[in-house]
C-alpha cells in the first residue's frame, strides 16, 4: 500500500519544503528565477500523473533534483551550508551546485523509461536519447544562467551564475549533469522500469 502511495508522499514532502523554503530566502529576485523550472517540472509531473504514472524509483530520482534545486535556489548555490563537503575535499568552492547539476541528470531515466513504455525505441536508444537529452539541456541551461547574469548584472547576478571565480564552471556543470545521467541510466538498466505491468 506504501509502495502505491510513494509518488503522493514525495509530493507531499516536496511541496512542505519547497513553501518552506520560499519564506525570507536569501535573494528573492534569484530565488523566483531559479524556482522557475521547479515549479513547471512539479506541475508537469502533478499534472500528467493520471495519464501517465513513472516508476516509484523514476520518481525518487526526479525527487532530489526538485529538493535540491529549491535548497540551491533559497540559499543561492554559492551560499548553501555545504562546508562539510569542502573540508571533506579541502576545497574552498561550494560544491552544493555540482550535487544539484549531477542530479538533474538522473531525470535520463524518467525520460529512457517514457519512451520504453510508451513503445517508441527499444531501451538502448532510450538511454541514449535520455543521456543527450540531459547534455542538451544542460548545455542550454549555462546559456540561459549566462544570459541572466548579464541582463541582471550586479550582485545578483554573481550568485544566479554561482560560478564562484571558476572559469570552467560551465563545464563542470555540464559534465555533472551527464555523469548523473550515466548513473541513472545505470539504474534504468539494472531496475527494468519498462517491464512494469
Partial sequence: MLKHHQPHLFAITFSVIFIALGIDPVFREVWVAEVIPVVIIFAFLVVSFRSFRFSNLAYALMFCWLVGHTIGAHYTFANVPFEWFSD??????????????????????????????????????AALFGLFAIMAVAAAYEIIEWWYAVIAGGEAGIEFLGSQGDIWDAQKDMLADTLGAVLSLALFFIHKPYRID
Fill in 88 to 125: 571533506l575535499t579541502n576545497s574552498d568552492r561550494n560544491h552544493f551546485d555540482r550535487l544539484a547539476h549531477f542530479s538533474i541528470g538522473f531525470y535520463a531515466f524518467p525520460i529512457a523509461e517514457w519512451l520504453v513504455r510508451k513503445g517508441h525505441c527499444k531501451p538502448v536508444i
